[in-house]
Nanobody, 123 residues
Framework: QVHLVDSGGGLVQAGGSLRLSCAASGRAFSSLSMGWFRQAPGKEREFVGGITRSDGNTYYADSVKGRFTISRDNAKNTVYLQMNSLKPEDTAVYSC????????????????WGQGTQVTVSS
């Protein structure tokens, strides 16, 4: 079993930055690939990005590529989502997720989820 806790959300003006954190406990963190997802009101949950368990390769949705960066610190059992140049359309609840396999875009195949953290970008 893995327990994930998301944090770092808040209110920021367009063009600003936030860093989200996802702290994991339980199963060996290094054995898990991690994904970040977001869900805006009235919309489906969408893949933001992910980082693999083994070599730390990262993947991003086109909408955030070049603005968001995912990293992980296996010693701290934490994955981060650095968000720069934020836009109002980035407003959503952001959640991290974990799975033993590789990073995939489909949220349903992730086994563990954080509680989510609200990000609001004002124009």
């Amino acid at each position: 079993q893995v327990h994930l806790v998301d944090s770092g959300g808040g209110l920021v003006q367009a063009g600003g930055s936030l860093r989200l954190s996802c702290a994991a406990s339980g199963r060996a963190f290094s054995s898990l690939s991690m994904g970040w997802f977001r869900q805006a009101p009235g919309k489906e949950r969408e893949f933001v990005g992910g980082i693999t368990r083994s070599d730390g390769n990262t993947y991003y949705a086109d909408s955030v590529k070049g603005r968001f960066t995912i990293s992980r610190d296996n010693a701290k059992n934490t994955v981060y989502l650095q968000m720069n140049s934020l836009k109002p359309e980035d407003t959503a609840v952001y959640s991290c997720a974990a799975r033993p396999g590789t990073v995939v875009l489909t949220p349903s195949v992730y086994d563990y989820w954080g509680q989510g953290t609200q990000v609001t970008v004002s124009s």
